[in-house]
């Protein structure tokens, strides 16, 4: 077994990572570090959780211990997608190189650009940035790329969804011709691969298992939800996931609740803390720092439901998630895996749960399609029998309205359509999709930019059109350049 001093690092990374537990390399660690030391290329298809930030950041920390960095011209770059990748990378760092002498900047939205600017002007060895506000910077002139020796791109399949593709040529244009790239991306999209062949020299490939196939450590169950009637849908479906989560009892330290769409995300909080839960939502609309906030606050147990909408919570790294409930089905297969990611990392063990309304059939479909297999079916919570239906119960007239909240009841199981005592209406009639177009946890570009639109992405994502509804006619979603081509 390969062992963390076989690679070649330097014995002030290794110590760092003596330190931060590790025993051995990972996959991706394994396959990526050797070439990375050499000077080459590395392409390396591999989600998070499977320790692929160490992968780029140890290399580099050993390659740019020697050599001291320039006023704004920073050394190396890494690129990711949001601004809450970039503070996890740039995280990395601090814990990695930590006997190390090496000066970093975080270029992300949220922060101020003079202090972002008197950091690099002093000069830095590791600039981790977003593609928008990288461009902004470098647009005020306040910013050389001509010294980048490394440029790390990160989660490339997610720069592709957020429309960022276009900003990424463009920084790829403006660093040496001569610089080492490391490439990461889950996925190897035709356009993720057009940008390799383009600007990737003869990299080594590394490619790790996908982390469905990969981790076996995830239950992972299906329940079917159908409402009793279409107007109460919104409060039957906020009290069947009530049940379903007292279903789990204590084995349910804390869970992140997926939603497809935004304003589910808040309607979904609120109920939660309603009945008494410790929820709290995480979308592209709350402001970064409350972003981080939430974050900590899940990371460190104060919040113990984190409601989530995709583009705030894939990719990110938070260990001990005990369960992961998706509200819905996701509407793009591959997000089934970045979601049901967030549980059983390194090895332990995790707990899905899915709710699946009929017109999510679909969808649900191409996620079996993905993972090759079907996903285990159970009951709806409370209920013995097999019907597929949450039971059909009338509003009890006996209840108060205002149910006060849970804190002191215990969670049993109870039937699902029984426990909403006031029906929630969505406040907004036609939600829509978080979609990249807003790209919700990532940058605001300020100039003008050459960031494609939603309709310029490819690999079939255009979720972007607004106020179709559900039904949209497949010619809208078609792309232009298909033709074009
Ligand atoms: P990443 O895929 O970079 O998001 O990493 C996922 C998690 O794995 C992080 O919490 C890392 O701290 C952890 N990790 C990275 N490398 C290793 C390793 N070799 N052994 C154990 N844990 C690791």
Same mark, same amino acid.
């Given at each position: 077994?390969?062992?963390f001093?076989?690679?070649?690092?330097?014995?002030k990374? $290794?110590?760092?990572v003596?330190?931060?537990?590790?025993?051995?390399?990972?996959?991706?660690?394994?396959?990526?570090?050797?070439?990375?030391?050499?000077?080459?290329?590395?392409?390396g298809?591999?989600?998070?959780g499977?320790?692929?930030?160490?992968?780029?950041?140890?290399?580099?920390?050993?390659?740019?211990?020697?050599?001291?960095?320039?006023?704004?011209?920073?050394?190396?770059?890494?690129?990711?997608?949001t601004?809450?990748?970039?503070?996890q990378?740039?995280?990395?760092?601090d814990?990695?190189a930590?006997h190390?002498?090496l000066t970093?900047?975080? $270029?992300?939205?949220?922060?101020?650009?003079?202090?972002?600017?008197?950091?690099?002007?002093?000069?830095?060895d590791?600039?981790i940035?977003?593609p928008?506000?990288?461009?902004?910077?470098?647009e005020r002139?306040?910013?050389?790329?001509?010294g980048?020796?490394?440029?790390?791109?990160?989660?490339?399949?997610?720069?592709?969804?957020?429309?960022?593709?276009?900003?990424?040529?463009?920084i790829f244009?403006?660093?040496?011709f001569?610089?080492?790239?490391?490439?990461?991306?889950?996925t190897?999209?035709?356009?993720?691969?057009?940008?390799?062949?383009?600007?990737l020299?003869?990299?080594?490939?590394?490619?790790?298992?996908?982390?469905?196939?990969?981790?076996?450590t995830i239950?992972?169950k $299906?329940?079917?939800?159908?409402?009793?009637?279409?107007?109460?849908?919104?409060?039957?479906?906020?009290?069947?996931?009530?049940?379903?989560?007292?279903g789990?009892?204590?084995?349910?330290t804390?869970?992140?609740?997926f939603?497809?769409?935004?304003?589910?995300?808040?309607?979904?909080?609120?109920s939660l803390?309603?009945?008494?839960?410790?929820?709290?939502?995480i979308?592209?609309d709350?402001?970064?720092?409350?972003?981080?906030?939430?974050?900590?606050?899940?990371?460190?147990?104060?919040?113990?439901?984190?409601?989530?909408s995709?583009?705030?919570?894939?990719?990110?790294?938070i260990?001990?998630?005990?369960?992961?409930i998706?509200?819905d089905?996701?509407?793009?297969?591959?997000?089934?895996?970045h979601?049901?990611?967030?549980?059983?990392?390194?090895g332990?063990?995790?707990?899905t749960l899915m709710?699946?309304?009929?017109?999510?059939?679909?969808?649900?479909?191409?996620?079996?399609? $993905?993972?090759?297999?079907?996903?285990d079916?159970?009951?709806p919570?409370?209920?013995?029998?097999?019907?597929?239906?949450?039971r059909?119960?009338?509003?009890?007239?006996?209840?108060?309205r205002d149910?006060?909240?849970?804190?002191?009841?215990?969670?049993?199981r109870?039937?699902?359509?029984?426990?909403?005592?006031?029906?929630?209406?969505?406040?907004?009639?036609?939600?829509?999709p978080?979609?990249?177009?807003?790209?919700?946890?990532?940058?605001?570009?300020?100039?003008?930019?050459s960031?494609?639109?939603?309709?310029?992405?490819?690999?079939?994502?255009?979720?972007?059109v607004v106020?179709?509804?559900?039904?949209?006619?497949?010619?809208i979603a078609?792309?232009?350049?298909?033709?074009?081509?």
């Open positions: 077994m390969t062992k001093s076989d690679l070649k690092l330097s014995p990374v $290794l110590k760092a003596e330190e931060a537990g590790y025993e051995t390399p990972t996959p991706i660690q394994e396959g990526a570090i050797p070439p990375a030391l050499e000077g080459r290329d590395v392409l298809i591999a989600q998070t499977t320790g692929k930030t160490a992968s780029f950041t140890l290399p580099m920390i050993t390659l740019l211990a020697r050599g001291r960095a320039r006023a704004r011209m920073p050394r190396s770059l890494v690129l990711c997608p601004r809450e990748l970039a503070a990378v740039a995280e990395n760092f814990t990695y930590k190390v002498k970093k900047a975080l $270029l992300i939205g949220g922060v101020s650009f003079k202090e972002q600017d008197q950091l690099i002007d002093r000069g830095v590791v600039l940035a977003t928008g506000r990288l461009l902004d910077h470098f002139g306040k910013l050389l790329l001509t980048v020796q490394i440029m790390v791109v990160d989660e490339a399949d997610r720069m592709l969804d957020m429309g960022f593709i276009p900003d990424i040529e463009r244009g403006l660093v040496p001569t610089r080492q790239t490391l490439f990461f991306s889950a190897m999209a035709p356009e993720i691969e057009r940008i390799t062949n383009t600007f020299s003869n990299p080594a490939r590394i490619e790790v298992a996908r982390q469905a196939t990969a981790s076996a239950e992972q $299906l329940v079917m939800f159908k409402p009793s009637r279409r107007d109460r849908a919104a409060s039957e479906k906020t009290a069947f996931l009530r049940a379903l989560i007292d789990e009892g204590d084995a349910c804390n869970a992140i609740i939603c497809n769409r935004k304003t589910d995300v808040d309607i979904v909080a609120k803390q309603k009945h008494g839960y410790n929820a709290q939502p979308h592209g709350l402001e970064q720092s409350r972003r981080m906030e939430v974050l900590q606050g899940f990371r460190d147990g104060t919040i113990k439901f984190l409601c989530a995709d583009v705030a919570a894939r990719g990110l790294d260990p001990n998630v005990s369960h992961v998706n509200y089905v996701p509407g793009h297969a591959e997000d089934y895996i979601r049901i990611g967030r549980t059983g990392r390194a332990r063990k995790g707990k709710i699946c309304e009929p017109r999510d059939e679909k969808n649900l479909d191409a996620v079996e399609r $993905l993972i090759e297999g079907k996903i079916r159970i009951d919570p409370g209920q013995a029998s097999k019907s597929d239906a949450p059909e119960e009338k509003p009890r007239e006996d209840k108060p149910e006060a909240p849970r804190e002191a009841k215990p969670k049993g109870k039937p699902a359509a029984k426990a909403e005592p006031k029906p929630e209406a969505r406040p907004d009639p036609a939600p829509q978080e979609t990249p177009q807003a790209p919700a946890a990532s940058e605001p570009r300020q100039s003008g930019s960031r494609g639109s939603a309709s310029k992405r490819s690999g079939g994502r255009d979720k972007g106020g179709m509804g559900d039904h949209l006619p497949g010619f078609k792309s232009f350049e298909e033709r074009l081509d």
